[in-house]
């Protein structure tokens, strides 16, 4: 059972079991919410259901929430993929390849053979944290951060890959950049990665 936590007299926060519950949960609540929610937004272990309180009262948004039966894995999300092209010559690939012990080939490989999905945005407008089902690219952070990553740079981090939508500090192993512009405020959808979106990377050749 999911633990829920009123926030102000404006939001709910409900804290989930894994990650796996939370897009579980996330695609729940996004297919038909009430009208009154504001906003949707999971991170790592919860999410944060935002409420205008004019219209909702915080019982009701409680009420929806225990009442949403969990989204199964295979309807998560969007239905269409987003491409990514990567060159891959970072500079931590073949640190990369010295922790996984395995060769850079490989490495590339596995990051555009695997299928990844948007858990969770944070950090920097436009900055996803991509997930997949496959346990081959699991590297730490690195033990002194950067204080300057370039945007366009593709990383890993823990169980997760993602892309810096501007240069900005970063702790993430790089193995290569893209092109991709992952963040336009001008756009009708400013952000290319958002919650539940599948991605795959290709080689750019």
């Known amino acids: 059972m999911n633990l829920l936590h009123a926030v102000g007299d404006r ?32 991170a790592a272990r919860t999410v944060l259901v935002t409420f205008d309180p004019a219209r909702l009262s915080a019982d009701r948004v409680t009420g929806w929430i225990r009442s949403t039966p969990p989204v199964p894995p295979e309807v998560w999300g969007y239905s269409d993929v987003v491409e990514i ?75 997760y890959t993602g892309v810096y939508p501007r240069s900005s500090p970063g702790g993430w192993q790089i193995i290569g950049r893209t092109d991709a512009v992952l963040w336009d405020p001008d756009a009708t959808t400013p952000a290319l990665l958002v919650p539940g979106r599948v991605v795959r990377f290709r080689e750019a050749s």
């Open 11 to 42: 939001a709910i926060l409900v804290d989930c079991d894994d990650l796996e519950a939370v897009l579980a949960l996330n695609a729940a609540l996004t297919v038909a919410p009430p009208d009154g929610i504001v906003d949707i937004v999971p």
């Open 85 to 159: 092209d990567v060159q891959y010559s970072g500079e931590d690939l073949a640190e990369v390849a010295a922790l996984l012990s395995t060769s850079e080939r490989e490495v590339v490989q596995a990051h555009t053979a695997s299928v990844w999905r948007v858990a969770f945005v944070g950090f920097a407008p436009g900055f996803g944290y991509l997930v997949t089902d496959s346990p081959q690219l699991v590297v730490p952070r690195r033990a002194s951060p950067r204080t300057s990553v370039p945007a366009g740079s593709v990383g890993l981090a823990g169980e």
